[in-house]
């Protein structure tokens, strides 16, 4: 049997039983097994894929099986998923794929069922994706039964992410949404201020990694599936100035560092900083602009990732570990700026995680939207009058960016909401679609390319109250 169809099956289990991620799993279990490159990168797509299409595969299981998903065990729906992204994502022939399955399943599940898993894919194989599609949209209860089926994303981050659009007005865009999920992401670096080259410069070197000076952020190269590390090397930027990022992340740095000329000593925090991203942007920033950095984060182990993040602009930047809730988060002192890119439930970044989709529960909310308001109201208290906070999630999800923001407005007269919208167009690289009307900005992968970013910025009244 194909000793990387073993590797998939073992990470896919990993997932399941173990909470693993994907990604981390995947080079141990690559490791341990000696897989040479070409069947490492059969494991990583198999693996992959059949997280990514759970949800589309499940359905056409219990379609083909006549039996509820969760009424299959446990090892028996993992080489069924196997199975199915085989015959309906890759190019695998028919026959290879039933005969594989049926071999992996005798090896590590209930021998007894292997004629089942015959059977099941065998009918699986039988019908092309669009003839599977057909039956899946049939056989659907609503609307958003078949979208959860066809784009393969559990019915609860449907809703979520298509209340989002409609609160723009742009429901329309949801199967873009969805699709753009599924999509692998356009990988980014920022060329950080400071870097000694621009990024039209740094882009242009790096050109045979696939770089290009595109996308929402004036510092974005877009690299595609080009390799980073080459590319970074190849960008001639001084060391640590250049380094992967989402472009929706450079962005919401930018919207805090740029809301307005910055005065020559000024105090800036970031309360959630790891590991890093956006305190190496708020670094670069504050350097050239003569202002100072204190990054903040609870755990010590992302401490020292973001630590590390800021090697290059470490004189502007100090690392501290402190819950952001505790008054030692903020030593003391009042800030002029503060970036709160607060823990959420990621439902913006589903495309980089295939396994975080399934992994994600409504009632991780209720904790989370706490959290996020506990965040935001003990650094209220610690923003200087005239002073600028960014409140920064990467989730779309409304309890989590307008419920939460609108709370704290209400809760905090002295708070006065800027116009974030208008500060993101004029950082933007070239001019940007944003819905809706609110002062706040969400960026959305399949319009901006980038993360499901929220932006809102609020300014403390310098009069008080
Ligand atoms: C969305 S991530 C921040 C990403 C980061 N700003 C970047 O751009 O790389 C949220 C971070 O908040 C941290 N965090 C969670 N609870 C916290 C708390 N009570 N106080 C401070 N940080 C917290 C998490 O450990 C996590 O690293």
């Known amino acids: 049997m194909s000793p990387a169809r073993l590797v998939a099956y073992e990470v896919l289990q990993d997932v399941e039983e173990r909470d693993s991620y994907a990604n981390l799993a995947l080079p141990g279990r690559i490791r341990d097994a000696g897989l040479d490159a070409r069947d490492a990168g059969l494991a990583t797509e198999l693996a992959a894929g059949a997280l990514r299409w759970r949800g589309r595969y499940d359905r056409i299981i219990e379609l083909s099986a006549g039996r509820e998903i969760e009424r299959i065990d446990a090892r028996t729906r993992t080489v069924l998923r196997l199975g199915a992204h085989q015959l309906l994502g890759m190019r695998t022939a028919a026959h290879a794929a039933v005969n594989e399955s049926v071999e992996l399943q005798r090896r590590v599940g209930n021998r007894a069922a292997a004629g089942f898993v015959n059977g099941v894919l065998r009918s699986i194989g039988r019908a092309?994706?669009?003839?599977?599609?057909?039956r899946i949209a049939d056989a659907a209860t609503s609307a958003n039964d078949a979208r959860a089926a066809l784009a393969s994303h559990p019915t609860w981050i449907i809703r979520a992410l298509q209340d989002a659009l409609?609160?723009?007005?742009?429901?329309?865009?949801?199967?873009?949404?969805?699709?753009?999920?599924?999509?692998?992401?356009?990988?980014s670096l920022a060329i950080l201020p400071?870097?000694?080259?621009?990024?039209?410069?740094?882009?242009?070197?790096?050109?045979?990694?696939?770089?290009t000076a595109?996308?929402?952020?004036?510092?974005g190269v877009e690299i595609g599936a080009g390799d980073p590390a080459r590319a970074i090397t190849a960008s001639g930027a001084r060391p640590g100035y250049a380094r992967v990022q989402d472009q929706g992340s450079q962005l919401a740095a930018l919207a805090l560092t740029r809301v307005r000329p910055v005065r020559r000593g000024e105090r800036w925090l970031d309360l959630c900083a790891g590991p890093?991203?956006?305190?190496?942007?708020?670094?670069?920033?504050?350097?050239?602009?003569?202002?100072?950095?204190?990054?903040?984060?609870?755990?010590?182990?992302?401490a020292e990732l973001v630590q590390r993040s800021v090697s290059g602009v470490a004189d502007a930047v100090e690392v501290v570990s402190f819950d952001g809730r505790s008054d030692d988060a903020y030593g003391g002192e009042a800030f002029d700026r503060i970036l709160v890119d607060a823990p959420c439930s990621g439902l913006g970044a589903l495309r980089r995680r295939p396994e975080a989709r399934w992994r994600k529960q409504p009632s991780d909310l209720p904790e989370l939207t706490r959290l996020q308001a506990e965040l935001l109201r003990q650094a209220t208290a610690h923003l200087a009058p005239g002073g600028v906070l960014a409140y920064v999630t990467c989730s779309p999800h409304l309890a989590?960016?307008?419920?939460?923001?609108?709370?704290?407005?209400?809760?905090?007269?002295?708070?006065?909401?800027?116009?974030?919208?208008?500060?993101?167009?004029?950082?933007?690289?070239?001019?940007?679609?944003?819905?809706?009307?609110?002062?706040?900005?969400?960026?959305?992968p399949h319009r901006h390319g980038t993360d499901a970013m929220f932006i809102a910025l609020v300014e403390r009244r310098a009069t008080g109250a």
């Not at 723009?168 to 999509?183: H, T, V």
């Not at 595109?214 to 510092?219: N, Y």
């Open 128 to 134: 092309s994706n669009d003839e599977w599609d057909a």
């Open 400 to 444: 989590e960016t307008r419920v939460t923001l609108d709370r704290l407005l209400r809760d905090h007269p002295e708070l006065r909401e800027i116009d974030a919208r208008a500060v993101v167009g004029e950082v933007a690289r070239s001019e940007i679609d944003l819905g809706g009307a609110s002062l706040s900005v969400q960026l959305w």
């Open 214 to 219: 595109t996308g929402p952020s004036p510092l």
């Open 166 to 187: 409609r609160a723009e007005g742009r429901e329309a865009e949801l199967d873009a949404l969805l699709a753009a999920d599924n999509d692998a992401p356009r990988v």
């Open 194 to 211: 400071g870097a000694g080259v621009s990024v039209a410069a740094a882009a242009l070197a790096a050109a045979e990694s696939g770089a």
């Open 276 to 302: 890093g991203g956006k305190t190496a942007v708020l670094g670069a920033e504050a350097l050239a602009a003569g202002a100072r950095v204190r990054a903040n984060e609870v755990s010590e182990h992302r």
